[in-house]
């Protein structure tokens, strides 16, 4: 017997040695999302639960925007968000945008009450050194595999707190810390220098980029970041986690370098596996599924079930409308566009009485199921109070939006008056094009009435496509906002509207 194990090994070990598995859990911009949704799905006692049954030493990651979106978060400026972070002992977290609407008293306290590493290589205080409270990278030891985790928090913040850096030099210069200084030791008998990398005393199996930044979008800027690590850092960077975009899929894998992003709202969790040989360290596969959080069939960890109820506001869970049709991302073959994207963009338009009317999808969290409609429903689905801002664009400007947003896996923008149909070619390029206005062609050098909500209105993010408008030209639609806009919907019973409006030919 003893020799049958012996030879068992030996065979093992010639075909290929042992291997060491590394598992991180990761999960971004829940947004306050504490709870199941109607269809009990989702929420942290569902996370705790599935967490427990997990067999394996694990890291768990969280790419930010964790701690704005819900009333309950909100109420608290993201106390409770952070409390639910250290009760689930996350391992790391970064910092999304949305961490910093409370301010900076707020943000400072709960920084304060977070017990967790907060990692941001890419800001600095008024002063240019690292925050206080705040880490580049940290080190994690998980069943003998040494894990370098490095933060790259969203540089669209704001309030004067931090000041973010470039992305890319950031990394640089975090993963120069981390792997050390090459020196030169001497000269060989042909007077070359033989130079070799410093490594400290803990050199990392896997190096993880933990991003509020999107591969697939979001921000030109942090897509542009993300989509440069392999072939600025590929042999040094093995995992990016990514977020911002509200984007969920399991692994793309460019170069040498693995990206996984995870949705939105706390529905599911990615469950990323690491193989690396014990021999050689290097790493064999990265293995990345979506777990869906099913309460059903998971079900909900008692304590932190027992906090959420503790902390929920009742009042709300009452009734203040109705959808008589459902209202959802879900975008069909051959389409662009959803019923709830174009639900929102007509509201803004039937407002500010517009030609064109444009809003982001990123500002919709949830889909809307048809039936009675809960004020925690609404407030969930879109937390904002943004008012509707009208002025005048050219048509050059609507088909730049429009171009952008059709070469996109999944567009930025809904719209509201306008209709495009375009064909692409295998490579993925738009070689037809055709766009209609208030059912008439558009004219590029036509000048039309164009509304939406303040936050694109007057910001830089988002393609900035209004950003050279002055002003004064923005003119304040009336004294509703889309909150308000939507919740007049819901009291007349909300109807999804067709979709179709942007169609893509694929030849």
Known sequence: MRKFVFLFLLLLSALGGWSKTAVIFHTSDAHGFFYPDHSGMGGY??????????????????????????????????????????????????????EYYF??????????????????????????QMPAGLLPYKMFDKDGVKIAVIGLASNEIRGGVHVAQDCLKSLEETLFRIYGPVICIHEDLLGKSICRQVQGHFRPDIVVVLAHHSLLGGSAYGKQCLAQIPQ??????????????????????????????????????????????????????????????????IGERED??????????????????????????????????????????????QYAQS?????????????????????????????????????????????????????????????????AVCEKNEKGEITQEKIWIQGQPLQADKIYTLATIEYLAFTKGEGGFFAEIADHEKILAGEKDLAQRMQESFAQGALAPHTGRLRVKQR
């Open 103 to 128: 301010g900076k008293e707020a943000l400072n306290e709960m920084l304060t009450h977070l017990k967790v590493p907060v990692l941001a290589a890419n800001l600095k205080d008024a002063n240019g």
């Open 232 to 297: 600025r850092f590929g042999k040094k960077v093995h995992l990016v986690l990514g977020g911002h975009a509200h984007h969920q899929f399991e692994l793309q894998t460019r170069g040498n370098v693995s990206y996984s992003e995870s949705g939105h709202g706390l529905k599911g969790v990615s469950r990323i596996e690491l193989d690396i040989d014990d021999k050689s360290g290097q790493l064999r596969s990265v293995k990345s599924r979506y777990i869906m959080l099913n309460t059903r069939k």
């Open 45 to 98: 006692a569902a996370l705790a639960s599935l967490l427990n049954k997990e067999d394996k030493d694990y890291l768990l990651l969280d790419s930010g925007d964790f701690s704005n979106g819900s009333q309950e978060a909100t109420f608290s400026k993201g106390l409770y968000s952070a409390e639910l972070l250290n009760r689930l002992a996350y391992d790391a977290v970064t910092l999304g945008n949305h």
């Open 304 to 349: 932190i079930k027992d906090f959420l109820s503790g902390i929920r506001l009742a009042h709300l869970d009452e009734t203040i409308g109705r959808a008589r049709q459902a209202l959802t991302f879900q975008m069909k073959k051959g389409e662009k566009d959803s019923a709830l994207g174009n639900w929102a963009a007509d509201l803004i338009a």
């Open 355 to 419: 030609d064109v009317a444009v809003n982001n999808n990123g500002s919709l969290r949830k889909e809307i199921k048809k039936g009675p409609v809960s004020l925690r429903d609404m407030t969930e689905l879109y937390p904002y109070q943004n008012k509707i801002f009208k002025f005048r664009v050219s048509g050059e400007l609507i088909q730049k939006m429009l171009h952008r947003d059709l070469k996109r896996p999944v567009p930025s923008f809904s719209y509201s008056g306008l209709k």
